[in-house]
Every structure is written in C-alpha cells, then in structure tokens.
C-alpha cells in the first residue's frame, strides 16, 4: 500500500522550524556531463518554487570553461525574469568577474565558495585557501554595498579525498575567516558525504565556540555513504535550521572526486512532516518534478521517497 504522507508524530527535539535551502539547479546540475537546456532550467527552478520551496539556488556565475554546464547563468535569469530574483535566489559567485556578471543579470543573493583545504582550494578554485580569501574580500564587500544577501560556503568540512580527516580547527578556522569578511550566512558542505553524526556535533561546537552561532549556520551534506539525512537530523538537533538539500537527490562537483549527489529534498521532506513540521512543501510536485527531471536526464533518481512515491 501506498503511504502518501508519514504518519505525524512531532519530534520535540528538533527546532520549530526548517527552511530548506534548494540547491538543485546549482549543485545538482553542475555535475552533468551533458548539457541541460536553458528552457528545462528555467521551468526547474519554477516547478520548486511552486512546489513551495522558498530559497533556490538557481545557478552559478563560475567560469564557464571550469563548468560548461551553468554557461548560460546570464539567460536562464533573464529568462526567470523576477521569479529569479531577490534575496531567496542566490547564485555562486566566485570572484569579481562573477559578481559584474552576476549583478548584470539583476542578482539580490550570491555564495561565495570557500575550503576548509588546500588541495580542494587548488582544485576547485586554483588557489591557495588564502588567496581565495583575497579572492572573496572584494566580492564580499561589494555585494554588501549593494545590498545582496551574502551566504560562504565550506567545502571538505567533515573530510577530504587527497588528505583524509580534516581536523575542526582547521575547519573553523576558515569559516571564521569567511564569517569575518561579512557573510549573513555560512553553510557547511560535506562535500564528499564522509561525515557522522558524533563529528556533526563537534564541528558545531567548535564553530560555536568561535563566536559562530547555529543561527548562522546552514547544513549542506552529500549523500554519498548514505549519512546525509542522520547528520541532517543531529545538526537540527543541535538548533540548525537551515539545510540544503537537491530535489531527486541531484548534485555533486566535479572538481571532488568521489562526490555524489546532494540529501534529496524529499527525503528530507518525507523527515521533517513526519516529525511535525510544516514545511509548506508539496511533496508530490517535488517527486513529479524528480521524474520530469529525471527523463531529461536519462536516469533515475536516487531518493528513497522519490522511488517509494512514484512506484505504483
Ligand atoms: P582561474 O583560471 O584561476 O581564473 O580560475 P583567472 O582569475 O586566472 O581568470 C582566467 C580567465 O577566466 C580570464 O579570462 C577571466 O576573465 C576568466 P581571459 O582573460 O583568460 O580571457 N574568468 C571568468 N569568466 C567568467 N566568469 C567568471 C570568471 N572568472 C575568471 N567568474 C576560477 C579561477 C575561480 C574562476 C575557477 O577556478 C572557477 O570558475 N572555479 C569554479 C569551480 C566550481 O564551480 N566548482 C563547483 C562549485 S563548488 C561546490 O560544488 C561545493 C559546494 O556545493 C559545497 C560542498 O558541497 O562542499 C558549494
Ligand atoms: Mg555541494
């Protein structure tokens, strides 16, 4: 039989309330290797929002050489006209070159795009972690000028796949220094999916104890060990309340080996209205929008409730 929603029995150890942070047409898409059409971009972003979801990441002003596949940033907000701006349609931006041709295209949110190491910096970035640091200054400064919402992101934050465990120090360390340049938010990206629950705890303990409170921090867990939706659930435990999460579980970068696909956002969906919270999110358009997705892609999703909802 067909369960269409869970069964509702409020969990009082979470936080009232969830704001799902979608990252689906960014960091779900910029792993494709063949090229999406702008015209299903665009009618993905609008299917999440009217789906319910109020923060979507909608792309990256990246350079498009680095990632062909979000080349046409520019037209898909031009094309998303007002629906693809304001302070809840951030873009990734990660220098001064991306934040003139993000501002251009009428942009009110950016993220930068930090490490918490060096060979992920080099890699994604082709820097050293201080000189992103200098990098970001300028991008910071001026979107703040702007008035743009500012979100920095970590990478490798629970784990790195050329240098292994990444100590909390190290981690902290530099999301205090992007915290210091001037970001509303910082979201902690566990890009290649290695973290556990006990590590999610400390890590927001030692953020917190650096003056980094967990109104400040946003979850951002790949799932590719399957702990995704676990540490999702012991950082709102600990009074997080903002977490990324992909539609179809979508996502990866291509710059991480071993990355996978971001928690799905209907797992957690599935998650949060089973504990109570109302998240204002329709689950069936997001799973009809995982399946629309998914036939443009040519394959299937790899959520759990996207399989269990869309089975007959
Ligand atoms: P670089 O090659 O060092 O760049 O790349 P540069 O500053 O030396 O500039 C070289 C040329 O690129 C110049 O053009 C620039 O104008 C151009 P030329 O003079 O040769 O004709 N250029 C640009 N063009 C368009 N837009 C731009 C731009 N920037 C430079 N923004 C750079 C440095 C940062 C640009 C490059 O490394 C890059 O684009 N990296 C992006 C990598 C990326 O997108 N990774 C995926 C996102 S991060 C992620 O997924 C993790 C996350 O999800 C969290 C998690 O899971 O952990 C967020
Ligand atoms: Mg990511």
């Excluded at 340049?181 to 650096?210: F, N, P, R």
Aim: glycine letters at 12%; charged letters at 20%.
């Amino acid at each position: 039989m067909r369960l269409p929603l869970p069964q509702v029995e409020p969990d009082e150890t979470l936080p009232e309330s969830v704001t799902v942070y979608e990252v689906g047409p960014r960091d779900g898409l910029q792993n494709e290797a063949t090229i999406v059409p702008t015209a299903v971009k665009v009618e993905f972003v609008r299917r999440l929002a009217a789906a319910g979801l109020a923060t979507v990441e909608t792309t990256s002003f990246v350079d498009p050489r680095w990632v062909p596949q979000l080349a046409d940033a520019a037209e898909v907000l031009e094309l998303l006209g007002d629906d693809g701006r304001g302070p809840a349609r951030p873009v990734l931006v990660p220098n001064e070159r991306g934040l003139d041709r993000a501002l251009e295209a009428g942009v009110g949110a950016v993220a930068i795009f930090g490490s918490a190491t060096e060979s992920f910096a080099r890699r994604n970035l082709n820097r050293t972690i201080d000189e992103s640091v200098a990098m970001f200054r300028p991008v910071v400064e001026r979107s703040r000028a702007e008035g743009l919402w500012v979100r920095g992101y970590v990478s490798m934050c629970f784990g790195d796949p050329w240098e292994g465990p990444v100590p909390t120090g190290q981690v902290v360390d530099v999301c205090r220094r992007l915290m210091d340049l001037g970001c509303d938010q910082l979201s902690l990206g566990d890009t290649i999916g290695v973290g556990t629950t006990g590590h999610v705890h400390h890590l927001l303990a030692g953020l917190d104890a650096a003056g980094i409170g967990v109104d400040r921090v946003g979850v951002h867990f790949h799932d590719t060990y399957g702990q995704a939706l676990s540490n999702t659930m012991a950082a709102l435990q600990d009074g997080v309340t903002v977490v990324d999460a992909s539609t179809g579980g979508l996502g990866g970068c291509p710059f991480a080996k071993s990355a996978t696909g971001n928690l799905a956002t209907e797992d957690l969906v599935w998650a949060l209205q089973g504990a109570g919270l109302d998240t204002g999110i329709d689950l069936d358009a997001l799973v009809a929008t995982s399946t629309w997705m998914a036939g443009h892609l040519g394959r299937p999703s790899p959520s759990r409730v996207v399989r269990a909802l869309s089975a007959d």
